[in-house]
């Protein structure tokens, strides 16, 4: 059974870090964490894909403004498993988002809406949430 979390008036300011720690179900095709203005507003669209829509092992991020998705950036680094608890970190650096995937590795997306705060943030797909902390 799939979850979905929303959480809407975080005023979440540059420098500020969101954790969302949870377990991915078995035979997971995707989840995707959403952090933005809004459902329509997507500063950053994190979609990790397991096996969805000829992609495997792959996570996708990308930003939404609207009813108009920008251009996809793709990241091949994928420390995701099946019946796994994991967490991802989620910096919100005012220009650019760092995310920290649960392996260590770091990597960094444009804040192409030129967000000034991250007041929503929803989950969603093949993945549990345990906890969703904010610093």
């Not at 096996?51 to 092992?57: A, F, K, P, S, T």
């Not at 995937?101 to 007041?119: D, K, V």
Request: glycine residues 8%; neutral net charge; proline residues 4%.
């Amino acid at each position: 059974m799939n979850q979905e979390v929303h959480l809407e008036g975080l005023s979440l300011q540059p420098g500020a870090r969101i954790k969302v720690k949870g377990f991915i179900q078995a035979a997971a095709k995707l989840f995707r964490i959403n952090l933005g203005k809004d459902e329509q507003n997507i500063g950053l669209h994190f979609n990790p894909r397991f096996n969805y829509i000829g992609d495997h092992n792959v996570i996708v991020c990308n930003s939404r403004k609207g009813d108009r998705w920008g251009a996809e950036q793709r990241e091949t680094n994928f420390p995701f498993e099946d019946m796994r608890t994991v967490e991802v970190n989620f910096i919100f650096e005012g220009k650019q988002f760092r995310v920290k995937l649960p392996n260590g590795h770091e990597f960094t997306f444009p804040n192409r809406l030129e967000m000034e705060e991250i007041n929503f943030l929803s989950v969603y797909g093949d993945f549990y949430v345990r906890r969703v902390d904010f610093e």
